[in-house]
Nanobody
Framework: QVQLAESGGGSVQPGGSLTLACTIS????????VGWYRQAPGGERERVAT???????TYADSVKGRFTISRDYAMNTVYLHLSSLKPEDTAVYYC???????????WGQGTQVTVSS
């Protein structure tokens, strides 16, 4: 089993920045991908960014150049740095880990990000 716990959410003004953290524990598979997703009120959950165990990163077009995903292997933590935030970035942000060998995935409980003046 793998457990994920998000932290770092909060309220910020447009143009501001925030860093989210996803702390991973348990039996972490060697080959994995950790992604950040978000779900706005009334909307569907969408992928924001992904980082693979080898270090490759991918981003949704809507956040390219504004969000950065990174990984601290020693601390088993994946970060999402959000900058130049817009009101439309308001959502619950979730962390997800996929075991690339078995395709089994795990979710965290989510953390709220609110962008408002």
């Amino acid at each position: 089993q793998v457990q994920l716990a998000e932290s770092g959410g909060g309220s910020v003004q447009p143009g501001g920045s925030l860093t989210l953290a996803c702390t991973i524990s348990g039996s972490i598979p060697t080959f994995n991908a950790v992604g950040w997703y978000r779900q706005a009120p009334g909307g569907e959950r969408e992928r924001v960014a992904t980082i693979f165990s080898g270090g490759t990163t991918t981003y949704a077009d809507s956040v390219k150049g504004r969000f950065t995903i990174s990984r601290d292997y020693a601390m088993n933590t994946v970060y999402l740095h959000l900058s130049s935030l817009k009101p439309e970035d308001t959502a619950v942000y979730y962390c997800n880990l996929v075991n690339l060998a078995t395709r089994v995935d795990y979710w965290g409980q989510g953390t709220q990000v609110t962008v408002s003046s």
